[in-house]
């Protein structure tokens, strides 16, 4: 019992950081898409990579952009426009780390091909539908955060809020590509339980720290630049 307290705070800590560093990116300016895209990345390899987790995520990601931009909006009006420009790049860097994650569960699966290794049909079947709704919990956290904001932050939220819904999202355009291979493995996998010698969730937040870190840019450079063109 202990042990799962201490691992709840432990937890509350981390989201607070993130919350945190997120608003201090916000009030410094600089490449804040990057920053945010960085800082989320980092948040999903030190957690899990359930619904539930993502969604904390999120959700501090989007509360620190926006206590951020309120912060810049207080100190001056004419920070209007900077204020607006950053909770624009805080959302594209929220959405690109997103779709990132997405491929970073269907290079985990194609790594584990390539080694003639298969993850078991229940991980993937319940890994695919955590990722079915990974749009939905983006765009839902961005629609909690507008109804909560006020003024200037609501109206950019949710006018970044109908664009998505209009023109769609990086996550979106990237979960086309892995939930087509996901299909294609649970097919091939039929109805046995095969023995990967590793787990999925592991294998795709090791790769996640690779993106975060630069390691593997192909797929950092892609995505950002898919994003950057919604």
Known sequence: MQNETNSTAHNQDEIAKLEA??????????????????????????????????????????????????QK???????????????????????????QFAEASKLALEEAAGKAQQFSREELTKTRADLEALEDLFLDVVKRTASAAEGVIADTLNDLLAHAIR??????????????????????????????????TQATADLL???????LTGISEQTSKSGSQK
Do not use: W, Y
């Open 21 to 70: 560093d997120i608003r201090e990116a916000i009030a410094h300016g600089g490449d804040v898409k990057e920053t945010v895209r960085q800082l989320t990345l980092k948040a999903m390899h030190a957690k899990s990579l359930d619904p539930e987790s993502l969604g904390r995520i999120a959700a501090a990601v989007m509360q620190g952009a926006h206590d951020g931009a309120q």
């Open 209 to 215: 720290h690779k993106i975060a870190t630069g390691v």
């Open 167 to 200: 023109n769609g999202t990086a996550i979106g355009a990237q979960l086309q590509d892995t939930l087509a291979t996901f299909s294609h493995q649970i097919g091939s996998v039929g109805h046995a339980q095969f023995e990967a010698g590793l787990q999925l």
């Open 73 to 99: 909006l207080q100190l001056a009006s004419e920070q209007t426009h900077t204020a607006q420009a950053q909770i624009s790049n805080a959302v594209s860097g929220l959405d690109t780390a997103f779709a």
